[in-house]
């Protein structure tokens, strides 16, 4: 999709792109933080109709709830272009013995050589967690590696 930029000297950035129904979208993206959505009328593209605004804090909230379903989707785009490379999802199931423990406690890379590239946890997603990152209930890990690779980090995460 494309998305235009324009710089709205003194207010921040506009970005724009048009839906698949054919209606011009922008968003205003504030120096301050805040955020508008607007909706350009068929009729006169320069008139913005405004349809919501957002705090910054409800921005990221949006882009978290928007985001965390499609990262898994996006690794699995990213690995079909690298044969032998697979995205996986792994659940830390309430009985697993990382549950409260830091994920470099569970040395999968070193074990399995797979990398855990992300964890979704609710609507939020961990991009790039570090080892001290701690393991919660039903959080879900976004692996990338072998298919042999992320079934292992499955079976250390259930098992130990």
């Known amino acids: 999709m494309d ?4 710089l709205l000297p003194g207010v921040g950035l506009r970005y724009e792109f ?13 120096r301050g933080g805040d955020f ?17 605004h957002l705090t910054d804090e409800e921005a ?18 990213l690995t079909r272009e ?13 009985g697993s013995p990382f549950v409260d423990k830091p994920l470099g406690d569970t040395h999968a890379r070193t074990r399995t ?14 991009a790039s967690p570090g080892p001290a990152e701690i393991l919660r209930e039903r959080d879900v890990l976004i692996v990338i590696g072998t ?3 992320i079934a292992a980090v499955e079976q250390i995460v259930d098992k130990g």
């Open 18 to 30: 048009t839906s698949h129904q054919g209606d011009r979208i922008g968003i205003i993206a504030r």
């Open 147 to 149: 298919e042999e690779g």
């Open 113 to 126: 050589g797979a990398s855990i590239v992300a964890i979704v946890r609710d609507e939020d997603v961990l």
């Open 3 to 6: 998305v235009k930029e324009v």
């Open 60 to 77: 990221d909230t949006m882009a978290q709830i928007l985001g965390a379903p499609r990262i898994a989707e996006r690794f699995t785009e």
């Open 36 to 52: 508008d959505v607007v909706l350009y009328g068929s009729d006169d593209p320069d008139q913005a109709r405004p349809v919501f």
């Open 82 to 94: 690298v044969p032998g490379l697979e995205a996986g999802q792994v659940d830390i199931e309430p």
